[in-house]
């Protein structure tokens, strides 16, 4: 068999599926890539001749459709076609948590997944690699290897063989480009040594053969989870360490530098904020966390699920903090929200702890004003599940803000999203917010004004000389 890539297929043109095709198409110019998906709205964007329209944010992004699309490097919804067409098949469908049967709120809605698995049985052509770029549960290959070897076709006709590898996706949003242009390791899972080998060529063309690293499949199911896990636990361990620092007087920001100097611990992930975000930590937390159970591991399953009980309750303990230093009540106050995305450099809102935050501060009656550079209103109502006052109303002109209880508005000016508020709430760590000039907001905003920097990007002293009250996570320095 030849190990030569010509065509590859991928299927979700997500978060995951678009940057990873667009670097491989921009770093093979000699192998065509096609993105399908079934959904034709995401597709058209892909496709839209103003890159700024692309349907997901990430830096340098653009400039890499801009160079590939149209070349080696295709969106559409033949699904078919390209698969029929393709020597290797990404699938890098989302695999969110079931919302209800057999382990709802835990395991992983495995649908997707299944779903694609018979389309590239049907279709495919010949000898395929599958490879599962998704974040899957452990021995996932095995339902994928079932289903292709159910698929073969009449005796009379061609038969099709298949081989699957796991190949998971580390890239953080925000930094995919940069994540996936210089990985720190690219994991390829399986048996078959001329498909890893054929996979493993693809990523050689950008990057060294010493960061390729091979392993059983199974290994890489998991250590994808597990590497979530740690991560996502780092945050919370951090979290809870940031509490403690408010109730003694210490500071967040100096024990996570002298942690993070032990070069056993490191430095990285360990930045307090307001509860981690983003479609995965939670999600594969708990796919781990319903395996253990599965396994009888029940020690296990409450040691993961601990990171995410902390990351939850971290969130609702900002929520009360923040009305707490209100008077106890922020019914018919107005309080402007900066930042909606889960974390700076994308629009993608999933988890974001914003959600959870405003839900809280909304029902507690409070009139919110959100601002966020890349997140639109649409997305906002999704999240919040509450329509928003159309962008018409002069919110400057709302002086009784008891008509407003519980509704919220959304600005595309910071500047006009603090007027008359009570008190500003950081909560994604957007570069323009440490920009902001805290003398001409302190002169419009009502007073006593808080300031709350859930993720410590403010400067303390101009807030504080221009007669703004701060409060900032992990500070316990009164
Ligand atoms: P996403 O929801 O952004 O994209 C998935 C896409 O798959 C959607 O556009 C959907 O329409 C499409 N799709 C679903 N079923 C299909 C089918 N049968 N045929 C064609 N298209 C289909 O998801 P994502 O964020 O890209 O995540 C994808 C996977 O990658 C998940 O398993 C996730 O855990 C994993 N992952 C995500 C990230 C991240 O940063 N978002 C990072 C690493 C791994
Ligand atoms: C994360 C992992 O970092 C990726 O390796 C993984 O591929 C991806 O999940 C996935 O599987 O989806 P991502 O969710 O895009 O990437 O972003 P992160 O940078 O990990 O941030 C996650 C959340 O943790 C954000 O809300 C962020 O603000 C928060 N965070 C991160 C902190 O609160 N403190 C930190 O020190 C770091």
């Known amino acids: 068999m030849s190990n030569e890539i010509k065509n590859i297929c991928c299927i979700g043109a997500g978060y995951v599926g678009g940057p990873t095709m667009s670097v491989i198409a921009d770093k ?40 590939c699309r149209g070349e080696n490097l295709t969106f559409s919804t033949k699904i078919q076609e390209n698969i029929s067409s393709a020597d290797i098949i990404f699938i890098s469908v989302n695999t969110p948590t079931k919302t209800k049967g057999i382990g709802a709120g835990q395991a992983s809605d495995l649908k997707w997944v299944e779903a ?26 095995e339902v994928i290897k079932n289903i292709l070897e159910a698929s073969q076709p009449n005796s009379n006709e061609r038969k099709k063989t298949f081989a699957v ?29 001329d498909a890893i080998m054929a996979l493993s060529n693809i990523y050689r063309n950008w990057i060294p053969k010493e960061k390729i690293l091979h392993t059983n499949i199974w290994s890489s199911e998991l250590s994808k989870l597990t590497a979530n896990a740690f991560l996502a ?5 951090i979290n809870s360490i940031s509490a403690l620092c408010e109730s003694t007087g210490a500071d967040v920001r100096e024990v996570s530098r002298a942690i993070g100097l032990d070069s056993r611990i490191g430095s990285k992930f360990l930045d307090s904020g307001p509860g981690f975000g983003g ?9 781990l966390v319903y395996l253990s159970r599965f396994f009888d591991l029940h020690a296990v399953a409450d040691f993961w699920e601990g ?29 402007c929200v900066l930042g909606f995305a889960f974390k700076a450099n994308t629009n993608d ?15 507690e009656g409070a009139f919110l004003s959100i601002h966020d550079p890349k997140v639109s209103e649409e997305q906002i109502q999704k999240d919040l599940k509450i329509e928003s006052l159309k962008s018409n109303i002069n919110s400057n002109e709302i002086v009784d803000f008891f008509n407003f209880e519980g509704k919220w508005i959304y600005e595309n000016s910071i500047y006009k999203a603090v007027e008359s508020s009570d008190a500003v709430v950081v909560l994604t760590e957007w570069e323009e917010y440490t920009k902001i000039n805290w003398e001409a907001v302190s002169k ?13 990007i403010l400067d303390k002293k101009q807030i504080i000389k221009n007669d703004l009250f701060l409060w900032r996570i992990g500070d316990g320095n009164k």
């Not at 702890?353 to 029902?363: F, G, H, Q, R």
């Open 349 to 363: 809102t999933r988890e974001s702890a914003s959600i959870n935050i405003c839900k809280d501060l909304l029902e």
């Open 28 to 67: 093979c110019s000699k192998i065509n890539v096609n993105v399908v998906d079934k959904n034709s709205e995401r597709i058209a964007l892909w496709n839209s001749q103003n890159l700024e329209s692309l349907p997901i944010y990430e830096p340098g992004l653009d400039k890499i459709i801009e160079r």
């Open 233 to 237: 636990q780092r945050i919370s361990s």
């Open 307 to 335: 990171v995410v009980k902390l990351n939850t309750w971290h969130q609702h303990r900002l929520s009360k903090l923040i009305i707490q230093n209100l008077f106890g009540t922020i019914s018919g106050k107005k309080i």
């Open 116 to 141: 694609c698995a018979r389309e590239v049985a049907k279709f495919a052509n010949g000898h395929t690699i599958v490879v599962e770029k998704s974040t899957l549960p452990v021995k996932t290959a």
């Open 279 to 287: 479609s995965c930590f939670k999600k594969d937390i708990l796919n």
């Open 444 to 456: 419009t905003m009502r007073k006593p004004s808080w300031i709350f920097d859930a993720r410590s």
């Open 165 to 193: 590898l796991s190949n998971p996706e580390f890239l953080s949003e925000g930094s995919a480009i940069r994540d996936l242009e210089e990985p720190d390791r690219v994991l390829i899972g399986g048996e078959n040594n």
